[in-house]
Each structure stands twice: as C-alpha cells, then as structure tokens.
C-alpha cells in the first residue's frame, strides 16, 4: 500500500487571487488548473512543482469545512494528498490498521479523481488524503 508519490499539499486560504499572486511573483508558480469543487465547499487550484503540487484552497461558504478549519486555524497547512495505485485497497488496508477513516467510501474530487480522507487522529494530527491515479 505504499503510495507512490505526494500528489499534492493543500493549504487552507482566504483569498485564492492573492495566494497565487504571491505564489506566481514569489516562486514564479502557476497554476495548471482552477476549479470550484461543490461537493467539497471549495475553488481550488493546482500548481505543479516539481514531481508534485501544492493546491491551494479558498472555501465557497464560512460554514464549508475550510470555512470552519479558516475561522478555527487560520491560514495554512490543511492536509498531505498520497496517490495509491489502488485507492480501495488502500482503504481497506487502513482499516485493518485500525486508523480512522473520515471517508469509508470514496468520493470525487478535483480533476474527477476518486478520494477519500483518513482523520488527522490517525498520522500525528496530520489530515491526509488518499487520491487514485493521479501524478
Ligand atoms: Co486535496
């Protein structure tokens, strides 16, 4: 179950335009995609770097789980994406574990991949994100 490559590290922000400026004159990144996720309350975007992406995102309503992670924590770090070869394997494996899973079943996200979210109890507080088939 060894996932083969950090698809992406998310950060939680209040205003996607600004980030990505920063982002562009700061590290001359830009993104390769925008999208507004419904299903997950945000607009996202990817910017490639490296093997890798950070993806950044602003939340569509306060009361979206990035609107709520916003008003508790502020602006940064929201969770490690790991691309699995075969996500439902990877969440039965998890569950062998034992590790809490948010997600039992997988769901859609951005660029229409299959993911699904492991609670932060499970990896030192950390949120992670399991996504199939993608970089
Ligand atoms: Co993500």
């Not at 910017?47 to 602006?75: C, H, M, W, Y």
């Amino acid at each position: 179950m060894l996932p083969y490559n950090i698809d992406h590290v998310a950060i939680a922000v209040r205003d996607l335009d600004a980030t990505l400026a920063d982002m562009k004159s700061q590290y001359g990144a830009e993104p390769v995609s925008r999208e507004i996720v419904e299903s997950q309350g945000v607009e996202e975007a990817m910017i490639p770097i490296g093997g890798s992406n950070v993806q950044v995102l602003q939340p569509l309503t306060p009361d979206s789980p990035i609107g709520r992670f916003l008003a508790k924590r502020g602006e940064g770090l929201h969770h490690i994406a790991f691309a699995v070869p075969d996500i439902d394997a990877a969440i039965e494996h998890l569950k062998s574990t034992g590790a809490r899973m948010i997600d039992t079943e997988t769901r859609i996200g951005g660029g229409g991949h299959r993911i699904a979210f492991v609670h932060p109890s499970a990896f030192a507080g950390t949120l992670v994100e399991l996504v199939e088939g993608a970089t």
